[in-house]
């Protein structure tokens, strides 16, 4: 199996900036602000700044979560971070999060501040700040942070892996196409296995874990990604199928997949959250 012509890396690798398909506007190969942008705040302790990306789906889900349970302190304000137009090279954004990715935190109701970036570092400070949807118990929570990081290392296969050259690539290719679905069925195997003995990734519990891993493969199995799920035959993971079907259902996570949504049914968009009468 082979794609012509076959490429020959040059010796020493430079920029092309039409490459990259999709999204080669915004892709480059240094880090930094490219223009002078504050952050706005608002009201709450919790200021996000964010998109409804699979990975900013996971913050606001938790946010809405501990919201149910009670947790006022959790209200929160939500900025859209459009990324598509470079807002996450505002300098402001590159303050909060220097690696330039949705989604960043910033907690004002610390001194100073505190930020937080990587979707899975946010859900650790939220579920301990809030002693919620993360175990004391030490085996049980070795086993949700587990799962939290086999996710946080097994999305980008999903992602920038097989939806980038299944999807948004300006040519589609045998190859990578292959490599990277063969690893994205591995992994729903994975996850497939663990739910045939348990009804959420750790057990009995439903966890940051979970909340996690839902927005890519949960969505995923059911369609919402890369409109893949013949080429992928999702049907055949039942108990990924039952545990997506059964965290979709949830009010919190309905709620939090419309915050800083900007595509899609227009009356599911809520580009910006301040308080909850926003997603009412």
């Known amino acids: 199996m082979s794609d012509s012509p076959t490429y020959s890396p040059p010796r020493v690798w430079k920029w092309d900036k039409e490459s990259g398909g999709r999204f080669a506007n915004i892709n480059r ?63 402001g954004f590159v303050a909060a999060n220097p690696n330039s990715k949705i989604p960043a935190l910033v907690d004002h109701g610390t001194s100073p501040p505190t930020r937080v970036f990587e979707s899975g570092a946010i859900l650790v400070y939220l579920a301990e700040k809030f002693g919620a949807f993360l175990p004391d118990d030490p085996p049980a929570r070795a086993e949700c942070l587990s799962w939290l990081f086999w996710q946080m290392g097994s999305a980008p296969f999903l992602g920038g892996g097989f939806g980038h050259f299944y999807a948004y690539a300006p040519e589609k290719y ?17 996850l497939d296995r663990n739910l045939a003995e348990r009804p959420f990734l750790i057990g009995e519990d ?18 919402k990604l890369y409109e893949a799920g013949e080429f992928l035959d999702v049907e055949s993971y039942a108990h990924v199928l039952r545990w997506a079907d059964e965290i979709g259902r949830r009010p919190a996570v309905r709620r939090g997949q419309r915050v800083n949504k900007v595509s899609g049914d227009e009356a599911l968009r809520v580009p910006e959250r301040h308080s909850a009468a926003d997603l009412d």
């Open 29 to 91: 190969p240094v880090s930094g602000a490219t223009h002078e942008k504050d952050l706005p705040v608002g009201d709450h302790p919790l200021q996000l700044y964010s998109l409804a990306t699979p990975n900013g789906v996971k913050v606001t889900v938790l946010l809405e979560e501990l919201l149910a349970l009670g947790r006022k302190e959790a209200e929160y304000d939500a900025w859209l971070i459009n990324i598509g137009e470079g807002d996450q090279f505002g300098s």
């Open 174 to 190: 045998e190859y990578p196409i292959n490599r990277y679905a063969m690893e994205v069925k591995r992994q729903l195997d994975v």
């Open 206 to 223: 439903y966890t940051i874990a979970d909340m996690a891993t839902w927005p890519w493969y949960g969505r995923l199995v059911r369609g």
